[in-house]
């Protein structure tokens, strides 16, 4: 049985209380932290031993930001699921959020403010005081803003949405610096461009895979990693067993076989960075069939001219049969959806062929109708221009610090020095740097690189707010709230941000003692922006049913309509030949980098359960290898375990081989995630990093990395290093043990039957009852019922407090 | 000749198979395989609702990894008509389980709402049931297990952590299916109602590929699915009588 | 001097056999104190280590869940079988041969029952809670499974030991008072109790013929079940190639096989280490021989019978398990099974052969190490092989379990090197009676002494 001290029993115990309650409470239990023996025969009103409470809050372990519903016992966290009310997650999560338990209670967390006691790169620290810390700090932060050198400073962070986001952006607007990044390497900036460019519209659409009945996705792993992967999931099962006699076709173009390439009804491999080239060979055959009769179809005929079967044959080396099998079967299976990611949109023509994907949904009429791709309103809070970096933006950071304009880098909840390639230079490019400053949870390969460690609170123990994106169709607003009482000497980074604004002197432009005050005084324009409803009567009210729902929406979708693209954008339509670098007789040999099912993009590491996670396609744990067609393998007298060196023109790893079924010949994949050199014990010394050998190719209209664009040469190195895998003999001998049906079956339409039946009506199992449950109007009860649901579902009496 | 009697009579309830004729409630799960994307959601789930030990590298690679449930791979062909069938594997709650006849000191047996129940303080390690169970769902805890401070404070609380030299297996989240019974008794109603509880894995699954219910209602959601002309049980030749539904994949494509 | 056993006389007998109870040389104690080293050397300290590490000491893992400690149970409890099985058979059957070497046989059976019940102990994940196993009355009116083959295996080896114990108890009787009428001192006082007051009159003869034969009459059928019942762990699950209704008497005759040749490996030591030259002679090796040649053609006929059937199941799981077993991983020990106990006793059609002691001794411990084989390759080959394939795995064995496999051996051996010292490992009055009566007249008598 776990080992736990009585102090921090009892100081977690602190933590208790209910939806909002809990949040002041906890506000409450900071500034003034219960140590005092809490005597058992008068528990704290809100704490019951031995009795489960629950708190809604957001994921935040991937951008998808599903709500998620914590389970608590006596002040700790204990299971983390999904928020049956939140539209996104409806209720489920996927493994890796489920491991967000894992951040909160790492054993490698940063317990307290660190100073560099050793050099620059590796892991020697001195403790320091918060006190020390943000004095110095914000001292220098004060004097480079009255200097006039406030644009020197620099602040790196992940993905960041909503009111933080806005938070930083005001602090640096104040700092006078323009140099606010958010780096994330599954960043979909591609994605943003080529609807920017098609649709007028750099937001993210919504793909209703659940309502589809044909989707063809060109690349995308989307039920394994891509956007969202839950929602995905849920869209995914439904379509295809929730309408009888209908089910969804999912077709899957892409050099090796993902999850989602697995689950499809249909694979296909492309010749890598062909795949845009595709998507044009199958509207062009749309066109030629008639199946779009739009004014601008002289437009469209001439450009996708060159498109003809056999030239688009030539290419991707899918035959022209399928082609127009694909063409087919997708213009006469309506709703569909056509959707684009991952190695396609991550090459030298990305966007191009991006591009070339919205094409499809418009050429069979899939925009703005359910079961294709629908509009999102503009995010109901946060910035409104994205910060997100691209490789080039990141390289310009690196030559900013090189060049000394930048004095002082923040960065927080962001790892690049692993997830660049080393060919960018950025890591070299912090020596330049005379002050990092390291916002975050963990001593990763970026921190290790910084001069001052200000230790953040993991997501389970800070106030936030988020907005999905993708969403939903509507609108949607998520707050999430701490669930435990921190358990170090570390602060949440809006809290961090607040405090340094506070000793600069900006009290008036940051008047908001903490995140938690901020967030409500920004909430308050929500509530009056939204729907009125007299039921709520006032901004209290509002903000206790929000907290304690989790989620917030308006539900209203934009209207369909009628889409036309502007005739310039047709008239540019158009993939081109991928490049790579590395030529192809020196290099014989695309490499395919994928985000692992459980350690993303090398984020899940650190987590235990991730690291044992058996991969989802081939059963390994704890290590990287490279997948080669068996053919490949054969040709090169390799076998599962034999190390080889895998030479790209910009560096070279060694992994072990492993024979996959399900690649093309010519591509080899890799997945990323393994390779840290620091992050804890869990992560450390396992697998490599293939991100190490990529080249710094950017995809010309975004500047984005296109990390499918590096050519490899294999060198066997003789040695042989034992996979560890939990699966066995992966063929089934005639032993009938997954079952095979005909199409014909009837459907097993039960629709998360568990949850319907346990809410009779509780909100956010369906998508509608969802949004309803998410809009403002009837939150309170939506949030009582949200977690009703929950307590349901699991039979734990909850206790509620009514504020 | 009472004695006898007694004894005969005895007799005649011990032979019964399962001990139970008739369930209290009949807890079955199907598995919708057209559904199930192989995306080990429910893996993590059950890993995280009870306590299963994180190994670490060598014991797995020794073959002693511990997850209850695990997604099973086959492929099928060559490439590229290449295809990959993903199924979820753990307990299947036979109703004529192998393990159970095998347990010298039945510490595992079948409960009165139809579980394969695993009693680890009652269990001497003898991993005889671990053989006879053919879903090969049964993982032995081949040495005490540690989590690193202060992971172990996400423990679940209603599970125990199991020790050295016990055997331990998918329960179907039997303290959940506790926790609604007790709150269905407390509300002066006489049955758990369909819904009122999920296994961990069947609460987390992103594509709904999971149902769990009692079988003994007919109304209930896992009753319809089994209706379903596409269940079937896994290795039904060997007449284990699984609790397990699963439902066939959808091959599209096939005549 | 080399006598022929003809030659012997009724005091000589006497002699000899007290001789080897308490004339103990330095070479006796030297084997003992290696013996008892190695025994807690290389059982008792990785045992320990065990239980304080758990069951990972040893190589297995999922799904292969059972290894060599099964295995070697299986071996010891085997080897048990001629032991006290023979004696009861020659005992009825009136063979002569049966006098010499019956005594050592059984303490054969009890020593590899008293081993076997220890690898039950090393085997079980918590040998702290095994009486849980034993149907004792309590409280909480917990009882074990009697559906289960283990509990029938408990049932069945208990009934088993007390039954040989008694047995060769029973039968050294005579001997203990011959004994005790010819020691001194704490030796004196030992025989005194262990001979229940043995005065040899009639009556006493008569009744100890009486309940010697009944005991061995019951024995028989109970040693043939011991066996049956372990078979059945394995028989009664549906573990292909496990799964077979030809176990129970597969498993027979396997232990008397590798019980024969243990007994030849014993006879010989016996007789080199202990002189019993002129007691243990030729015919006993002839006549273990041929009975060695019988039982591996039976053995040999079982394990075709079991390939076969596996093969004409013409069953995905079944021809896989057979496919593992004669060419996977394990192949080369199933082929050394082969050569060990199917080929090379052939060698015993020939008398030559048969009377030749080292060769003898060489081809039962052959015997006996394809006869573990046999036993490791059960447990090992079904259980990496069963329904699933993508559970499918491997198992080797630890260091740990290699070394409690060697102890066991070396305790073994400690047993009998204590046994050889308490009882006349030869049956006096027994071997008296395939002498010739003595001639009247003290000659002889004085002649001996
Ligand atoms: N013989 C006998 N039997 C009785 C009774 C009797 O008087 N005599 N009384 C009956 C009654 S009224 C009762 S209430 C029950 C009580 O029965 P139990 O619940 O068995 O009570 P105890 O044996 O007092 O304590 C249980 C265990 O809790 C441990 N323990 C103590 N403090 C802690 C703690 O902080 N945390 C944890 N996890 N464990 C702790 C103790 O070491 C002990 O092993 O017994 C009943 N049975
Ligand atoms: S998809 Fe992303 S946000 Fe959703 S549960 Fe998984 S990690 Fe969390
Ligand atoms: S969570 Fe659901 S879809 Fe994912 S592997 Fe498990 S059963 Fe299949
Ligand atoms: S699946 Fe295995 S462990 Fe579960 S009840 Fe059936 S035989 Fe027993
Ligand atoms: S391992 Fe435990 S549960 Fe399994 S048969 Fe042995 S005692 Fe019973
Ligand atoms: S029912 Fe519960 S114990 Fe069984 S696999 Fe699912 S989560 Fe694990």
Redesign the interface.
């Given at each position: 049985?776990?080992?736990?001290d009585r102090r921090n029993f009892l100081k977690l115990v602190g933590a208790g209380g209910v939806g909002a309650g809990a949040g002041f409470m906890l506000s409450e239990s900071r500034k003034h932290p219960v140590e005092h023996l809490v005597p058992y025969p008068v528990p704290p009103e809100e704490f019951s031993p031995?009795i489960a409470t629950w708190y809604n809050s957001v994921c935040s372990m991937c951008s998808a930001g599903c709500g998620i519903s914590v389970r608590t016992?006596?002040g700790?966290?204990?299971?983390?699921?999904?928020n049956p009310a939140h539209p996104v997650s409806q209720?489920?999560?996927?493994?890796l959020g489920?491991?967000g338990?894992?951040a909160?209670?790492?054993?490698d967390r940063i317990t307290g403010p660190l100073v560099r006691a050793g050099r620059r790169g590796e892991i020697e620290f001195d403790p320091t005081t918060w006190e020390e810390s943000f004095a110095e700090l914000a001292n220098q932060l004060e004097l480079m803003r009255t200097a006039g050198r406030g644009g020197g400073v620099a602040l790196l962070t992940g993905g960041v949405r909503g009111h933080l986001a806005s938070l930083l952006e005001l602090f640096m607007g104040w700092l006078g610096s323009d140099q606010l990044l958010h780096y994330d390497f599954n960043h979909p900036a591609t994605l943003y461009a080529a609807n920017e460019r098609f649709f007028g519209e750099s937001n993210l659409p919504y793909y209703d895979i659940e309502n589809s009945r044909y989707v063809l996705s060109f690349g995308a792993d989307f039920?394994?990693h891509w956007l969202s992967?839950?929602h995905?999931?849920?869209g995914?099962?439904?379509s295809?067993?929730a309408r009888d006699g209908d089910?969804g076709?999912f077709v899957q173009i892409e050099p090796r076989?993902s999850?989602?390439g697995?689950?499809a009804?249909?694979?296909?491999?492309a010749n890598p960075g062909t795949e845009g080239v595709l998507a044009l060979g199958i509207a062009r055959r749309i066109v030629d069939q008639g199946g779009y009769q739009g004014t601008d179809l002289d437009a469209w005929q001439a450009a996708l001219d060159g498109y003809a079967p056999d030239a688009v044959a030539e290419q991707t080396g899918v035959l022209p049969d399928t082609v127009a099998r694909l063409a087919d079967s997708f213009a006469e299976t309506q709703p569909g959806l056509a959707i684009g990611g991952g190695a396609p949109a991550n090459h030298s023509n990305g966007v191009d062929a991006l591009v070339a994907v919205n094409a499809l949904n418009h050429l069979v009429g899939n925009i703005g109708v359910e079961g294709g791709v629908i509009f999102n309103p503009p995010p109901a809070f946060g910035p409104e221009a994205s910060r997100h970096a691209s490789l080039a933006r990141m390289l310009e950071l690196a030559e900013d610090a090189r060049a000394g304009r930048i004095e002082l880098l923040i960065v927080s909840n962001t790892n690049p020095v692993f997830n660049l390639p080393e060919a960018s230079g950025f890591a070299e490019a912090l020596a330049d740097i005379p002050q990092i400053v390291s916002l975050s949870s963990f001593l990763d390969e970026t921190t290790a690189h910084a001069d001052l460690v200000l230790p953040s609170n993991t997501y389970l123990e800070s106030w936030g707010d988020d907005t999905p994106s993708p969403g939903v169709g509507f609108r949607v607003g998520a707050v999430s709230q701490p669930v435990v009482e921190p358990?170090y000497d570390t602060r949440a980074t809006g809290d961090i941000v607040l405090e340094l604004a506070h000793r600069m002197g900006l009290d008036l432009a940051f008047p908001w003692p903490n995140m938690e005050e901020y967030l409500k005084y920004s909430w308050r324009e929500v509530w009056s922006n939204g729907t009125p409803d007299p039921s709520i009567p006032d901004f209290d009210t509002f903000w206790t049913s929000v907290v304690r729902a989790g989620v917030w929406g308006d539900e209203t979708r934009a209207p369909g309509g009628e889409f036309v693209p502007d005739a310039g954008v047709v008239e540019g339509i158009g993939v081109g030949a991928p490049e790579f670098a590395g030529a192809e007789g020196e290099f014989p040999y695309a490499l395919h980098p994928y985000l692992s099912?459980?350690l993303h993009d090398g984020r899940g590491a650190n987590l235990?359960?991730?690291?044992?996670?058996?991969d989802?396609?081939?059963?390994v744990?704890?290590g990287t290898w490279i997948e080669l067609?068996?053919?490949t393998a054969d040709e090169l007298g390799l076998s599962d375990g034999d190390v080889v060196a895998i030479e790209s023109p910009a560096g070279a790893i060694e992994a072990p081989v492993l024979v996959y079924?399900?690649?093309?010949?010519g591509v080899v994949a890799m997945p990323i995630g393994q390779g840290h050199e620091e992050y804890g014990?869990y992560a450390e010394e396992?697998g490599v990093n293939p991100i190490n050998v990529l080249a710094a190719e950017t995809e010309p209209a975004t500047g984005a990395l296109a990390w499918a664009a590096t050519r490899v040469r294999l060198v066997p190195t003789g040695g042989r290093a034992?996979l560890?895998r939990?699966?066995?003999?992966?063929?089934?001998?005639?032993?009938e043990?997954?079952?095979?049906?005909?199409?014909g079956?009837?459907a097993?339409a039960?629709?998360?039957?568990?949850?319907?039946?346990?809410?009779a009506g509780a909100p956010g199992v369906r998508l509608a009852s969802g949004a309803r449950a998410a809009a403002g109007i009837d939150a309170p009860t939506a949030g009582a019922e949200a977690a009703t649901a929950n307590t349901?579902?699991?039979?734990?009496?909850i206790t509620v407090v009514n504020t | 000749m009472s004695l006898i009697d007694d004894f005969l009579a005895r007799w005649h309830e011990y032979r019964r198979p399962g001990y139970y004729e008739e369930f209290d409630y009949h807890w079955t799960m199907t598995v919708d395989l057209d559904r199930c994307t192989g995306c080990e959601a429910c893996v993590t789930a059950c890993q995280a609702e009870n306590n299963t030990p994180i190994v670490g590298e060598d014991a797995i690679a020794r073959g002693r990894h511990m997850q209850w449930m695990r997604i099973e791979r086959y492929w099928e062909g060559e490439y590229p008509d290449v295809k990959l069938r993903a199924i979820p594997m753990f307990c299947q709650h036979c109703d004529a389980a192998p393990c159970e006849t095998v347990c010298p000191v039945s510490a595992t047996y079948h409960n009165q709402d139809g579980l394969n129940a695993q009693i680890y303080n009652r269990c001497i390690g003898t991993r005889s049931c671990a053989v006879y169970c053919p879903y090969e769902v049964r993982y032995f805890n081949y040495n005490n297990h540690h989590w690193d401070e202060p992971l172990d404070q996400q423990l679940n609380p209603d599970v125990s952590v199991r020790e050295k030299g016990v055997m331990e297996k998918c329960t179907f989240c039997i303290q959940r299916i506790r926790q609604a019974k007790d709150a269905a008794k407390d509300d002066g109603r006489r049955r758990v109602q369909d819904g009122e509880v999920q296994p961990a894995c069947v609460q987390t699954c992103p594509t709904e590929a999971l149902v769990f219910g009692d079988r003994k209602d007919p109304d209930s959601a896992v009753s319809q699915m089994l209706g379903n002309e596409r269940a079937y049980t896994v290795l039904e030749e060997l007449n284990t009588d699984p609790s397990v539904v699963y439902l066939k994949k959808v091959d599209a494509d096939a005549a | 001097m080399q006598r022929r056993h003809e030659d012997i006389k009724f005091a000589d007998v006497n002699n000899d056999i007290v001789r080897s109870l308490v004339e103990t040389g330095p070479r006796y104690y030297v084997t003992l104190a290696i013996a008892v080293l190695i025994t807690l050397a290389c059982f008792f300290f990785p045992w320990f280590y065990q239980l304080y590490y758990g069951i990972g000491a040893a190589g297995m893992n999922h799904p292969t869940v059972w290894g060599t400690y099964l295995a070697s149970f299986i071996f010891w409890i085997g080897l048990s079988h001629s032991g006290t099985l023979l004696s009861c058979v020659l005992h009825i059957t009136n063979s002569e041969w049966r006098k010499a070497m019956y005594r050592s046989a059984e303490a054969m059976t009890l020593f590899s029952l008293m081993v076997a019940a220890m690898m039950v102990m090393v085997h079980v994940g918590r040998p702290w809670f095994i009486h849980w196993a034993l149907p004792y009355p309590n409280q909480m009116e917990l009882w074990p499974n009697f559906r289960s083959p283990l509990m029938f295996d408990v049932m069945a080896i208990t009934t088993y030991l007390t039954g040989s114990s008694i047995f060769i108890y029973m039968g050294s009787i005579p001997d203990f008072a011959a004994v005790r009428d010819r020691t001194t001192g704490w030796r004196h006082h030992m025989y005194v109790l262990l001979s229940l007051g043995w005065r040899g009159t009639d009556t006493e003869w008569h009744r100890l013929g009486w309940a010697y034969t009944f005991l061995a009459v019951l024995i028989i059928p109970l040693a043939v079940s011991v066996h049956s019942i372990v078979s059945w762990d394995f028989a009664m699950s549906i573990v292909p190639s496990l799964h077979q209704t030809i176990f129970a008497p597969y498993f027979v005759v396997g232990a008397i096989y590798s019980g024969t040749a243990g007994i030849v490996t014993v006879m010989f030591v016996l007789r080199k280490y202990m002189n019993f030259e002129h007691y243990i002679t030729k015919v006993h090796f002839d006549n273990l021989g041929k009975l060695l040649l019988a039982l591996s053609l039976i053995w040999t006929y079982i394990n075709v019978v079991e390939v076969f059937t596996g093969w004409y199941s013409n069953d995905s799981a079944e021809l896989e398990s057979l496919r593992y077993k004669l060419f996977g991983f394990y192949a080369p020990l199933y082929w050394e099974m082969i050569l060990f106990c199917a080929v090379a006793p052939l060698l015993l059609i020939s008398k030559r052969f048969r009377t030749s002691f080292v060769p003898m001794l060489i081809l039962s411990i052959a015997i006996n190490i394809g006869m573990y084989t046999e036993r490791f390759l059960i447990v090992g080959t079904s259980l990496s092989r069963q329904y699933l394939p993508d559970s499918w795995g491997v198992y080797v064995p630890s260091l740990v379990e290699i070394s409690i496999l060697v102890g066991s051996i070396a305790m073994f051996c400690t047993l009998f090197l204590i046994f050889v010292k308490i009882f006349p490992s030869v049956s006096i009055y027994e071997v008296k009676e395939t002498l010739p009566a003595p001639d009247e007249g003290k000659t002889q008598w004085q002649a001996t002494h």
């Open positions: 049985m776990p080992n736990v031995g016992r006596e700790r966290a204990k299971k983390i699921e999904g209720g489920r999560l996927c493994a489920q491991s338990l894992q909160l209670y790492n054993p039920i394994g992967p839950v995905h999931g849920l995914f099962g439904r295809r067993q089910r076709r076989m999850l989602t697995a689950a009804d249909e694979w296909i491999a358990l099912n459980g235990p359960w991730m690291q044992e996670l058996p989802a396609l081939t059963g744990v704890y067609n068996p053919e079924p399900a690649i093309m010949p014990r396992h034992d560890v939990v699966s066995g003999e992966a063929r089934e001998l005639g032993r043990i997954v079952q095979i049906a005909d199409a079956t009837p097993a039960v629709n998360a039957p568990a949850v319907a039946a346990a809410g349901r579902l699991n039979s734990i009496p | - | -």
